[in-house]
């Protein structure tokens, strides 16, 4: 019961936040893949600096007029990292990873890519993100946060 509150409320929440600015048009990535993508309802993470972060992301989004249809769980152990999620525009995918201390890293924070095909990367602390063909206004929320 509590899992389809949670998802009407989402829905809800998603549905809000449905405008679209077209001078964001095409300034956001066309990389419409699904790879690696599972649903985001079994998500039973508590809050916390973490999710406080992706708020703040979520905030710098919709202030900046980047609107998204959907926040899935990425399957973030492909690359190495802890946790991630994709924000799905109409104009492509935004791509956010978290890693924790270690040898992968180590190594995103020295060559700043990702994935096999080396995707390229920016690095805000623990938090990565794929700018292969993302807009400036949406690397600059993302370098921004603290």
Known sequence: MKKI????????????????????????SNNNSTDNVTENENNTTTPNQTDDWY???????????????SKNVLDATSVGGAEGYRYVTDNGNIDVYR??????????????????????????DHMVIVSDGLSEDVLDIFKNLK
């Open 55 to 69: 708020a703040k992301f979520e905030n710098g989004l919709k202030e900046g007029n980047v609107s998204y249809s």
């Open 5 to 28: 509150l949670a998802l009407l409320l989402c829905m809800t929440v998603f549905t809000g936040c449905s405008n679209q600015n077209d001078s964001t048009k095409d300034t956001i």
């Open 99 to 124: 890693y924790e201390d270690g040898d992968e890293f180590d190594r995103v924070m020295d060559e700043k890519t990702i994935g096999d095909d080396k995707k390229k990367v920016e690095v805000n």
